[in-house]
């Protein structure tokens, strides 16, 4: 891991100089995690599409500001969590109403498609901030320090969000027992 820091240190150096092969470079590295942090966080692949596109041309448009270049990873996703916000908070008018997902069968051992639906259902029931704290600490690998830069709140704010989640998934996730 260190020496792909130094790898993306190296391309935003030449990125700021006016390499634009080497900011596609790191795009074509961090696209794929920012699209995925942004799908599971807004539920919407066009959104979500939309959001990691303005991402990208707002890290770009301000890569001369990034102070600290080992910090990329927490400050692209900074970008990303306020275009996530930003475009939760304007109204919509033409949604469509999410489909329900039939329930899952909770008798024998669950295969891998049922297991990713029902994390996928369970990840939906937790608040905007319980699930944006989640994915970053959980998925992408976060330092609670960092969540909290990411998304402009107190660690202690951080780690309480986690830790409910973390408690309401184990909830919604155990298997039902049948009582014979």
Known sequence: MIFREVEDR??????????????????????????????????????????????????????????????????????????AYSMLRKPKFDDEPLQEIPPTPSFGRMLPIETSLAVERALERLTLDQREAVLLKVHQGFKFEEIADITGTPVSTIKSRVYTALELLKESLAPVRSET
């Open 10 to 83: 190296d391309l935003i150096l030449k990125a700021r100089d006016g390499n634009v092969d080497a900011y596609n470079l790191l795009v074509s590295r961090w696209e794929k995690r920012i699209y995925n942090y942004l799908l599971r966080l807004m539920r919407n692949r066009e959104d979500a599409m939309d959001a990691s596109q303005d991402t990208f041309l707002k890290a770009y448009q301000n890569l001369r500001k990034l102070e600290d270049t080992a910090r990329f990873g927490p400050w692209l996703y900074r970008i990303a969590h306020n275009e």
